[in-house]
């Protein structure tokens, strides 16, 4: 083949889909080769220094430097009456160098290159096909509704999928877009809101977390202008007695004076209240302002003193009394909805303070080895040797002395858990949790590829095993627990059950049969990827996307599907939350790119899959 030289950036650079519209009658040949030649001629390249080189295109600014942020209050101004007088500082000292997290790669060859490449060129029209169709549909709005081509507003009213993608256009290299975006986010009103009480949680995860994001990458003021409006408002938030954050801020209520602010949540689930962490710590790293962090390291103080007293001391249950501080009423524990998040940012967190903050490593290791203990479970398949390398995440309910429970229960946003334990296990050095991680992201592959869809569900039950290392199968056992799900009493029952959801052997219920589009398992196979260099990783990250994609298609983007057992598939939900264009193709994306771009030993992903810079010592600094 003839080499092409290494590109100039410049206005020729054009979308791909369209240069790809017009050769379409080539037919899958042409669709190759011209993705090839866009490759070596896109922003992305493939040198070694794929990001550098992608930085100094992208860098090229469109005239928003001067962009000034609007908004109709200003929430440094707002009252906060139970005022903080000491900050604890963001620790002090020079990060420390931590062991690689990154796999070695060595240079790929001409074929493995053209077919990743070829796959990323399919991830990038996908993505500008959502995107195009928010553009024209929903712009500036919550969400897309994706087969009717209408708005919603379902995140405070601020242009979600706006702030949730900056990122991903950034990354993508549309350009153009990137700062079309940027100017449509300066016009952002964060002074108000036409939701009376916004979730602290996803404001945070999604918009703060969005714009820090995209700050750290390109470098535009009114970028962080808006994080400091967002911040400022999610600040009022601390505002109660012991500044332990509510749930739920009621935006005009925030901003009235007197009183004694707010009162701290007696129910507040865990991942609301621990997973505020790394969004204000690169807010106070960006602004040099302790206050960001003082804030949530009160919080990890809490966490830290009270990871005892919980039912199962070291884990954290999925309720939380935040008003009296207390861990210990709530008997039911998970790694799936509503804690997740607040587990995942404890190695993450540990990394974006660049090792410089124990308690991160103290919080993560008194309690990982109680998920290994009491949540991990190796599931019972038909091939026992299948299963072997397989493990998925359940609940499980504490209780007094020994009557602690698993209920085989995984959910698709568990599927984090394979990524959580990788990363946690490179960067403490522990192989046990690297091989946990692979395990688990496995139990996630084979999830995905038992499903008609190709594409796993929502919820299912699955037969635990009660030993990790022997699990023959057991046709009378899977048979019981499936008449146990289904209050079933007799074979016919047992058989009916099977038929009417499509169990496959070994699943006991598939509790919730939808998927919603949702990032967790490609987010697993994605960091297991960077982190072993196994290529059988982009087969399976192509089988998911290729599944999803075929599954999901509407009109105009990408739907959540209703039933991931239904063969001929049924028409998707119009409903296409920002995590789609935020995170689920940005993992797929990510996957297929070289693997300098966007790396785990520069970057550490929020929960939103937003990359934060992590702090560095320059390699003169270091010393050798
Ligand atoms: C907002 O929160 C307040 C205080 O918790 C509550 O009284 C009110 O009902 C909530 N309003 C809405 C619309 O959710
Ligand atoms: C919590 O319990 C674990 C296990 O018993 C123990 O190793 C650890 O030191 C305890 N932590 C504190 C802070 O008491
Ligand atoms: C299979 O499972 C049933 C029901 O749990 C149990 O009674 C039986 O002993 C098991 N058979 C074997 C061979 O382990």
Redesign the pocket.
Known sequence: MVKIKKPRRGPSYQPMSRRRRKHYTYGLLAVIVLGIYYLYTSPRGVTPAAFRDHEKYMNDRANVGTLESKASYDWRKAPFHNIIRDYIPLPPGKPRTLPFVQFDFPPETKSQRVRRETRLLAVRQEFERSWESYKQFAWTRDELRPSTGEADDTFGGWGATLVDSLDTLWIMGFKEDFFQAVRAVAEIDFGKSDTINISVFETTIRYLGGLLSAYDLSHEKVLLDKAIQVGEMLYCAFDTSNNMPIDRLPVEGAKLPGGTGFTADSNICFASIGSLTMEFTRLAQVTQESKYYDVVARVSEFLDRAQNTSRIPGLFPTWINSYKEDLSNDRSFTLGAMSDSSYEYFPKMFALLGGLEPVYEKLFKDSAPLIDKHMLFRPMLPDEEEGEGLLFSGDVYGGDADTIRLDAEMQHLTCFVGGYFGLAGRLFENKHHVELGARLTEGCIYAYKTMPTGVMPEIFNIVACDSRTACPW?E??WE?EVLKRFYGKNHADFEAAVAEHKLPKGFTSIRDKRYLLRPEAIESVFVMYRITGREEYLDHAWDMFTSVVKASTTSFANGQVFDVTADPPLEPENKMESFWTAETLKYFYLIFSPPDMISLDDWVFNTEAHPFRRPKLLKMEAGN
């Open positions: 057991n009378t056992k019981e």
